[in-house]
């Protein structure tokens, strides 16, 4: 009998070994991490006021047309002799410097207020 409880143990223990081995591995849990904290939220848009300057005005109101000049083509023709047409031109040239000299005062100023 002795042989008989030798098999036995012997199937036995094949039989205990061979039905651990038909189990499936015991796996560890996986391991989570912690949830990451929620972003903070945006911070409110930034107003940005830009400050445009308003537009100078360089030419005043009073400038004006320019002057008839008394010294144009048909007038110089009309004129009776020499001395007529030097004084048409002598006439026009001072009405000439004047429009100048406030032309050239109107560029200076705008240019001074576009600084």
Do not use: F
């Not at 098999?7 to 039989?15: K, V």
């Not at 849990?29 to 300057?53: D, G, L, S, T």
Request: proline share 17%.
């Amino acid at each position: 009998m002795s042989r008989a409880l030798a098999r036995l143990a012997a199937i036995l223990t094949t039989a205990a070994l061979a039905g651990c081995a038909a189990l499936p591995p015991k796996v560890a849990p996986i391991a989570r991490a912690p949830a990451a904290p929620p972003p903070p939220p945006a911070p409110p848009p930034k107003v940005v006021r830009v400050y445009v300057p308003k537009p100078v005005k360089c030419v005043p109101e009073d400038l004006g047309p320019p002057p008839a000049y008394p010294d144009n083509d048909a007038a110089l023709r009309d004129a009776g002799g020499a001395a007529d047409r030097y004084q048409l031109l002598a006439a026009g040239r001072i009405l000439r410097e004047q429009r100048l000299a406030r032309l050239e005062e109107v560029i200076r100023r705008c240019r001074n207020a576009s600084r």
